[in-house]
């Protein structure tokens, strides 16, 4: 839910990178941090990790302008990909307005995109959101492997296991490199505030 602050002329939103553990969701916040100066709000802060692990999330603020004469914040977050953090997984999703959600190529991880997909989307229900209706964006990350020899999918294989339904708007990328970081993250960020504008078109 995005929260409007009328006095301040204010609207702050959610977006949340999900995605299994190791898929890339920190690195990608990293890059992001490091790119995107003008646009970033404050300190990049990782709450509690353990090694390059997530085990509670990652947080960056972001000032985009103005819509309307209001100022819009955005933060966002990446959730603990590992499968027994589950509920940290819930609560960090807690009022999302948009979702990024990272796969990585790599083969042998195939299987654990598709359940963090579904992870995602029975998170989305319980909150009474749809998977197939909040601002969503796939990113195929670590494209960059296939360089270093490593079997990776393709991206018709990705589309098919993850994206078949949800017709998402989906890109290669390479959070290491920075390839494909900033487009997933701007289109995300465009599809979320357009969704924002629907829920306040009564904003004078
Ligand atoms: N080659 C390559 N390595 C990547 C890429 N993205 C992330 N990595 C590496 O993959 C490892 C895991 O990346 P993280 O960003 O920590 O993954 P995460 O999704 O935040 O993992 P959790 O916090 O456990 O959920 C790190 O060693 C990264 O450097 C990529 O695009 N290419
Ligand atoms: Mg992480």
């Not at 100022?71 to 953090?85: A, E």
């Not at 990585?104 to 197939?132: A, H, I, P, T, W």
């Amino acid at each position: 839910m995005p929260v409007l602050n009328l006095k301040k002329r204010e609207i702050e939103c959610k977006v949340v990178y999900y995605g299994p553990g190791r898929c890339g969701k920190t690195t990608n916040l990293e890059y992001t941090f490091k790119t995107f100066k003008k646009q970033i709000a404050g300190d990049m802060v990782s709450i509690n990790t353990e090694g390059d692990r997530t085990l509670f999330f990652d947080f960056l603020p972001m000032e985009l302008g103005k819509i309307k004469g209001c100022d819009i914040r955005v933060q966002l977050y990446t959730v603990p990909g590992q499968v027994k953090y589950s509920s940290t997984r819930k609560l960090v999703l807690k009022g999302v307005d948009g979702v990024v959600f990272v796969a990585d190529s790599l083969k042998v991880r195939r299987e654990k995109n598709m359940l963090s997909l579904k992870d995602l989307q029975m998170n989305l229900k319980e909150y009474g959101m749809s998977v197939f209706k909040i601002p969503l964006v796939l990113q195929y990350n670590k494209r960059d492997l296939a360089d270093e020899g490593l079997p990776i999918m393709s991206i018709e294989q990705m589309e098919r296991d993850l994206n078949r339904q949800l017709k998402a708007p989906s890109f290669p990328c390479s959070a290491v490199t920075g390839e494909g970081v900033g487009k997933t993250l701007t289109e995300c960020l465009k599809l979320t505030l357009i969704s924002l504008q629907r829920q306040f078109k009564w904003v004078q």
